[in-house]
């Protein structure tokens, strides 16, 4: 009968395939975090999606128009009915000059 | 018979099919319930608009007194955008109450503002304000579905958002705060028109005392 030892247990070639996937995916997920803690850091996510969008999508939804602003924003511009019409035009929609 | 062993079963590679079936299975609902969702929130905020609409014309409309116009608008409110009270999607698009509104006022139903405009208000004789009667409905938007919404949706939290020429910003929580204006004026009603016939009346000489045929006479 062989003897079996600890040495020769650690010698054999069984679960390196498991040991290099599990090194793989530790490496893989060190960077994944990294990124992911860098972006958080650097607000990425606000600055090149929430902020953009939300602006875009809210003014866009409230008047029509991106840029248009009302008495809600505190600086109304571009609003069809806030806005007084130049000296000499009289039309105005739903708004005459006073 | 050989032995079954379990470096045999590892090795087995009939599972394979099946978890990949899950992996690109989950992020094919995840893409389309995207979809579904952006679909339905764009739906409603169209359906918000013309709720606002309608709810504004019925302001609009002359009644008895204002406390009429007034109380129509919140009876269309109530029959468009909520549900017995409650708002028809907490889940997707809940309602943005109190001094969470952008404009401030009396709020038949929550998340609405009837009546006029704050910035109107002692103004209601000048022409130039006389149209910011209406209707107006605050709500918010989950437009986030992705597997690292949660993450984008708290990235600057508590950040303000500027409009685009500067002015007051939109706190961030990680919604996109939706508002539905419709401010179409007022009518006047029974009571402003019986009083503006009088008075006209009276400061004509006619000094007609039967008011009943002012409003048969439609002098409003």
């Given at each position: 009968?062989?003897?079996?030892?600890?040495f020769?247990?650690?010698r054999?070639?069984?679960?390196?395939?498991?040991?290099?996937?599990?090194?793989?995916?530790?490496?893989?997920?060190?960077?994944?975090?990294?990124?992911?803690?860098?972006?958080?850091?650097?607000?990425?996510?606000?600055?090149?999606?929430?902020?953009?969008?939300?602006?875009?999508?809210?003014?866009?939804?409230?008047?029509?128009?991106?840029?248009?602003?009302?008495?809600?924003?505190?600086?109304?511009?571009?609003?069809?009915?806030?806005?007084?019409?130049?000296?000499?035009?009289?039309?105005?929609?739903?708004?005459?000059?006073? | 018979?050989?032995?079954?062993?379990?470096?045999?079963?590892?090795?087995?590679?009939?599972?394979?099919?099946?978890?990949?079936?899950?992996?690109?299975?989950?992020?094919?609902?995840?893409?389309?319930?995207?979809f579904?969702?952006?679909?339905?929130?764009?739906?409603?905020?169209?359906?918000?608009?013309?709720?606002?609409?309608?709810?504004?014309?019925?302001?609009?409309?002359?009644?008895?007194?204002?406390?009429?116009?007034?109380?129509?608008?919140?009876?269309?409110?109530?029959?468009?955008?909520?549900?017995?009270?409650?708002?028809?999607?907490?889940?997707?698009?809940?309602?943005?109450?109190?001094?969470?509104?952008?404009?401030?006022?009396?709020?038949?139903?929550?998340?609405?503002?009837?009546?006029?405009?704050?910035?109107?208000?002692?103004?209601?004789?000048?022409?130039?304000?006389?149209?910011?009667?209406?209707?107006?409905?605050?709500?918010?938007?989950?437009?986030?579905?992705?597997?690292?919404?949660?993450?984008i949706?708290?990235?600057?939290?508590?950040?303000?958002?500027?409009?685009?020429?500067?002015?007051?910003g939109?706190?961030?929580?990680?919604v996109?705060?939706?508002?539905?204006?419709?401010?179409?004026?007022?009518?006047p009603?029974?009571?402003?028109?019986?009083?503006?016939?009088?008075?006209?009346?009276?400061?004509?000489g006619?000094?007609?005392?039967?008011?009943?045929?002012?409003?048969?006479?439609?002098?409003?």
């Amino acid at each position: 009968m062989k003897k079996v030892t600890l040495f020769r247990g650690i010698r054999g070639q069984r679960g390196q395939s498991i040991l290099e996937y599990m090194l793989v995916l530790c490496v893989i997920m060190s960077a994944v975090l990294l990124v992911i803690s860098l972006m958080k850091k650097s607000h990425f996510f606000y600055k090149n999606i929430s902020e953009p969008l939300v602006r875009h999508i809210t003014y866009n939804y409230k008047y029509g128009d991106p840029k248009a602003q009302g008495w809600d924003e505190g600086s109304p511009k571009l609003h069809i009915q806030i806005s007084r019409p130049n000296e000499g035009q009289t039309f105005r929609l739903f708004q005459p000059r006073e | 018979m050989p032995p079954l062993t379990i470096a045999k079963k590892k090795s087995d590679e009939s599972g394979q099919v099946i978890i990949e079936f899950v992996i690109v299975f989950s992020m094919l609902i995840t893409t389309i319930f995207l979809f579904v969702q952006m679909a339905w929130g764009i739906a409603w905020g169209h359906y918000v608009h013309y709720a606002t609409f309608m709810a504004s014309r019925a302001y609009l409309s002359a009644g008895a007194t204002q406390a009429d116009q007034f109380a129509s608008a919140g009876t269309v409110l109530r029959q468009t955008v909520k549900v017995h009270g409650k708002d028809y999607f907490p889940f997707l698009a809940p309602s943005r109450g109190g001094g969470e509104r952008d404009a401030t006022g009396t709020e038949p139903v929550k998340g609405a503002m009837v009546g006029t405009h704050p910035e109107a208000i002692g103004k209601e004789h000048s022409r130039l304000y006389s149209w910011a009667e209406g209707v107006q409905y605050n709500f918010n938007l989950k437009l986030f579905l992705l597997p690292m919404s949660k993450m984008i949706a708290s990235d600057g939290a508590g950040k303000n958002i500027m409009p685009p020429g500067g002015g007051k910003g939109i706190p961030w929580k990680g919604v996109i705060p939706f508002t539905s204006d419709s401010f179409l004026g007022r009518e006047p009603n029974v009571d402003e028109c019986l009083q503006e016939m009088t008075r006209l009346s009276t400061s004509t000489g006619i000094n007609r005392g039967d008011n009943d045929n002012f409003v048969e006479d439609n002098g409003c």
